[in-house]
């Protein structure tokens, strides 16, 4: 199913190519206007932020909550009619740790809010919250694309996983903008690894 796009594109891999392209240069333009730096680690009127910016040019729907349920592979993400309170108890989560701030990061990847780009989005959203509480980023080029959709899939039932390889990822790198847009670079190879299936309401 092609979603309905801004850029009326009704190929699917033309609009793969022109989501990418398009995020990434929004990415950057986050990065280098400081725009980041004005949003507080955490929220999710933060993620909400950073998901309009990406992806406004594309789709309508860009910061709002997803209006479908949808499920990855076998997983469910959390029901339409959860979502808000879901969300509300995310934010409720302290950050204070690097576990604390992995866990709130899973939390957030349950509840997929968005009827798409909820990867690229919520990695800067982890990012500005390792970096606020720890002065760390992941460099996500040393993220094995396999290790870590398989680590995210079992991570709702064990985040042991998840919370290892990421660690062995973590740099010091806070302000290097090139690090910043690994997070990005590799999206388009994590999130389209497998397809949606959706429930309109």
Same mark, same amino acid.
């Given at each position: 199913?092609?979603?309905?796009?801004?850029?009326?594109?009704?190929d699917?891999?033309?609009?793969a190519r022109?989501?990418e392209?398009?995020s990434?240069?929004?990415? =950057? =333009?986050?990065?280098?206007?400081g725009?980041?730096?004005?949003?507080?680690?955490?929220?999710?009127?933060?993620l909400?932020?950073?998901h309009?910016?990406l992806?406004?040019?594309?789709?309508?729907f860009?910061g709002?909550l997803?209006?479908?349920?949808i499920?990855?592979?076998?997983?469910r993400?959390?029901?339409?009619?959860y979502l808000?309170?879901?969300?509300?108890?995310?934010?409720k989560m302290?950050?204070?740790t690097?576990?604390?701030?992995?866990?709130?990061?899973v939390?957030?990847?349950?509840?997929?809010?968005?009827?798409?780009?909820?990867?690229?989005?919520?990695?800067i959203?982890?990012?500005?919250?390792? =970096?606020?509480?720890?002065?760390?980023v992941v460099d996500?080029?040393?993220?094995d694309?396999?290790?870590?959709?398989?680590?995210?899939?079992?991570?709702?039932?064990?985040?042991t996983?998840i919370k290892?390889?990421? =660690?062995?990822?973590?740099?010091?790198?806070?302000?290097?903008r090139?690090?910043?847009?690994?997070?990005?670079d590799?999206?388009?190879l994590?999130?389209?690894?497998f397809?949606?299936?959706?429930?309109e309401?």
């Amino acid at each position: 199913m092609i979603l309905e796009n801004k850029l009326n594109i009704t190929d699917q891999a033309e609009l793969a190519r022109e989501e990418e392209r398009i995020s990434k240069i929004h990415a =950057k =333009k986050m990065f280098e206007t400081g725009y980041l730096n004005t949003l507080e680690p955490g929220t999710f009127e933060t993620l909400k932020k950073i998901h309009k910016f990406l992806f406004e040019e594309i789709y309508e729907f860009a910061g709002e909550l997803r209006k479908v349920n949808i499920a990855k592979g076998n997983f469910r993400f959390t029901p339409l009619a959860y979502l808000e309170e879901f969300i509300k108890n995310i934010e409720k989560m302290p950050q204070s740790t690097y576990e604390e701030i992995i866990e709130k990061y899973v939390e957030m990847n349950i509840a997929h809010p968005f009827r798409e780009g909820n990867g690229r989005s919520t990695r800067i959203w982890l990012d500005l919250i390792l =970096k606020k509480e720890l002065n760390l980023v992941v460099d996500w080029s040393k993220v094995d694309k396999t290790d870590y959709l398989l680590a995210m899939e079992r991570s709702p039932i064990k985040d042991t996983e998840i919370k290892e390889l990421l =660690k062995q990822s973590l740099t010091n790198k806070i302000n290097d903008r090139e690090m910043y847009m690994k997070g990005i670079d590799n999206s388009y190879l994590y999130e389209g690894y497998f397809s949606f299936k959706t429930e309109e309401l």
